[in-house]
């Protein structure tokens, strides 16, 4: 079965520089969700997006923008890069609620995740 | 304050013996789900409640969602190597879909062989 994707795998970049992290969710999910996991930390809600359209905002920070696009893909945009930007970042998609079934309110599969590390 | 609780932070037990991971808090949960997560890789769904009370089997893996919808519970029989991971419990708090998942502080299990 087809899994959320996401590119690059792995990113170094200097600080003050920018980034962009791109998510493909699986067929036929239209919500797509941003997580951002330090070291040793559970994952922490960044934004997320349905049917193109932000739907939830967490702790992101102003340098931060993303957005969906019309195929449903979507793109994190990072700037001005600061150390404690290093992280894994985590895409993850869910589908329409009520189509994936009984229990599919909240399902949400993850990507691989990018590494992001900002030297 | 972190919203979900895990209890052990770590865990380390012999191949073959029996555990119980714990996800505890004040706060009612729509429903709950319960993730594996490897070093470097994304976290992989389990499973997901969504009645007080209910329980739900995974081969060796029992997962329990508590009658007031404030708590879980993973139970691993007969613990085996490949279980070896980080275990994350993560709930929404209403079931209007498309909401963030607030995770749980994680279970770091090690199986020994």
């Known amino acids: 079965a087809a899994g959320v994707i996401q590119s690059p795998r792995h990113l170094i970049k200097e600080k003050r520089e920018t980034a962009t992290l791109k998510c493909y969710p699986i067929p036929r999910h239209d919500t797509v969700y941003w997580y951002q996991q330090g070291p040793g930390q559970d994952p922490q809600f960044l934004i997320s997006f349905y049917e193109k359209m932000q739907s939830d905002k967490g702790s992101i920070p102003d340098r931060f923008s993303a957005q969906q696009f019309s195929d449903y893909h979507s793109e994190l945009n990072m700037s001005s890069l600061e150390l404690g930007d290093s992280a894994l970042y985590f895409c993850?998609?869910?589908?329409?609620?009520?189509?994936?079934?009984?229990?599919?309110?909240?399902?949400?599969?993850f990507g691989p995740g990018t590494r992001l590390t900002v030297l | 304050t972190q919203l979900l609780e895990q209890s052990p932070q770590f865990l380390s037990i012999q191949e073959g013996e029996n555990l119980t991971v714990y996800c505890n808090s004040s706060s009612v949960f729509s429903s709950l789900q319960w993730y594996r997560q490897e070093p470097g890789e994304g976290p992989v769904l389990l499973v997901t409640?969504?009645?007080?009370?209910e329980v739900k089997k995974l081969k060796r893996l029992t997962f329990q969602f508590g009658d007031a919808r404030k708590d879980s519970s993973l139970h691993i029989t007969a613990a085996q190597t490949g279980d070896t991971g980080l275990y994350l419990c993560a709930g929404a708090l209403t079931n209007f879909g498309n909401e963030k998942l607030t995770f749980g502080t994680g279970t770091r299990l090690t199986i020994i062989p």
């Open positions: 993850a998609s869910s589908p329409t609620p009520g189509t994936g079934g009984p229990v599919s309110y909240n399902e949400q599969f």
């Open positions: 409640v969504v009645t007080g009370g």
